[in-house]
């Protein structure tokens, strides 16, 4: 009987201290730091481009470009006056089609979706030269074929991290 209980309680100290683990959070002190570290713990983006995208819910993201076609959201959040930097979405590859257009949610629970192409499509999107793609956001769902979309990026814009 206390051999059972022994290993049981071994058992949920392992289980417990696994979970923990995952639910770590490393912070920084700024926001460039929270960035840098998760740009050299994210190899594939060493050689790849980043820009900031300012969103007129007083919010940002990040877009990332890995390699030469290849593109994902993330995005910088505070706790504690620190900050860290996580994805907030999959890996999209364009290199084979026109663009690529997929949903997404912030931290503060706004839905948004961004739509990303080679050419401009979107009546109100930019161009950025450091992703060499057209970008547009807007606020909730729409249909990869809708053009006249308002844009949810402010007039500060875009700044590019690397």
């Not at 995952?22 to 820009?51: M, P, R, Y």
């Not at 910088?76 to 590859?93: A, F």
């Not at 992703?131 to 990869?144: D, H, N, Q, S």
Request: one cysteine or more.
């Amino acid at each position: 009987m206390k051999r059972k209980l022994m290993l049981m309680v071994l058992l949920i100290c392992v289980i417990s201290t696994g979970c923990m683990n995952k639910n770590d959070v490393q912070l920084f002190e700024t926001k460039e730091e929270a960035i840098s570290n998760f740009i050299e713990e994210e190899e594939a983006i060493h050689k790849g481009s980043i820009i900031e995208i300012d969103l007129n819910d007083h919010e940002a993201v990040l877009l990332f470009k890995q390699m030469n076609t290849a593109y994902y959201l993330g995005v910088t959040t505070e706790v504690n006056n620190q900050y860290t930097t996580n994805r907030l979405s999959p890996g999209v590859d364009i290199g084979n089609t026109t663009g690529a257009m997929w949903e997404f949610k912030t931290d503060n629970e706004n839905e948004y979706t961004i739509k990303i192409t080679k050419q401009k499509e979107d009546v109100d999107s930019i161009f950025n030269k450091d992703l060499g793609v057209f970008i547009t956001i807007v606020k909730g769902k729409r249909r990869y074929e809708d053009q006249n979309v308002k844009n949810f990026i402010t007039s500060k814009g875009i700044r590019s991290i690397q």
